[in-house]
């Protein structure tokens, strides 16, 4: 299916467990993201990607992991869960970033993956 | 730092309304600004993007302008249907970060 996906959709996981995350698109879209959202605090940036091999840390990278071997493919990673890193955790790309031509920084965004940490 | 602010938080109308969502921004240094609608459950969908250099942008029933000065962004919905109830948020491109600055957003129902 054409688009971005992200799975799973729900995950329960205990305190202290590694936990992925995992973000597929199939437009070749070069720039790729991870927001968390959580009430109180709106979208908030964990991780960003330009390229394959090249990532970056966002807003709230502490506890996260992420690696982008493959263009479509973007994993956020939980090394060791805690209760604070419950949210719902959304997956973006776009194919230009940083530009003013047309089409540029238009996200597009992925369902979401909703994650309790117990 | 920027911030980012929607008001209200909530807005009931009912169909047929026409109606103007509000964003304001701190730092009138953007380069760019998003409005998104998330259905509940579901991811953001883009709805339009305005450039720092345009004052608005229109698509269909929806129309965003642009007030650098003021810090101010608006989404005009016209002719409010059921199928608009969503949450709209708006965000905010600053620099030459790869960060979008979002507001906590608008959740919008829009009565038969």
């Known amino acids: 299916d054409a688009g971005i996906t992200q799975s799973p959709r729900y995950k329960i996981t205990e305190t202290g467990r590694q936990v992925t995350l995992m973000c597929h698109q199939t437009w070749s879209h070069s720039y790729m993201f991870w927001y968390r959202q959580d009430l109180g605090h709106g979208l908030r940036l964990i991780y960003y990607s330009a390229a394959a091999d090249i990532t970056d840390k966002g807003e709230v990278p502490d506890g996260y992991v992420v690696s982008r071997s493959k263009t479509e493919n973007f994993p956020l990673t939980l090394e060791s869960a805690t209760r604070s890193q419950t949210s719902v955790y959304f997956c973006?790309?776009?194919?230009?970033?940083?530009?003013?031509?047309?089409?540029?920084?238009?996200?597009?965004f992925g369902a979401g993956s909703r994650l309790t940490v117990l | 730092k920027q911030e980012v602010t929607q008001i209200p938080a909530a807005l009931s109308v009912p169909e047929g309304e026409n109606l103007v969502l509000n964003c304001s921004f701190t730092d009138s240094a953007i380069y760019n600004l998003q409005w998104f609608r998330q259905d509940p459950g579901k991811g953001l969908t883009s709805l339009l993007l305005?450039?720092?250099?345009?004052r608005e942008q229109t698509s269909g029933r929806l129309n965003a302008s642009l007030d650098k000065s003021s810090g101010r962004s608006t989404l005009y919905i016209a002719a409010s249907q059921p199928g608009d109830s969503a949450t709209y948020l708006c965000?905010?491109?600053?620099?030459?970060?790869?960060?979008?600055?979002f507001g906590s957003g608008t959740r919008l129902l829009v009565r038969p």
């Open positions: 973006a790309s776009t194919l230009r970033w940083g530009t003013l031509n047309s089409g540029a920084n238009v996200l597009t």
């Open positions: 965000a905010a491109w600053m620099d030459s970060s790869y960060k979008l600055i």
């Open positions: 305005i450039q720092s250099s345009q």
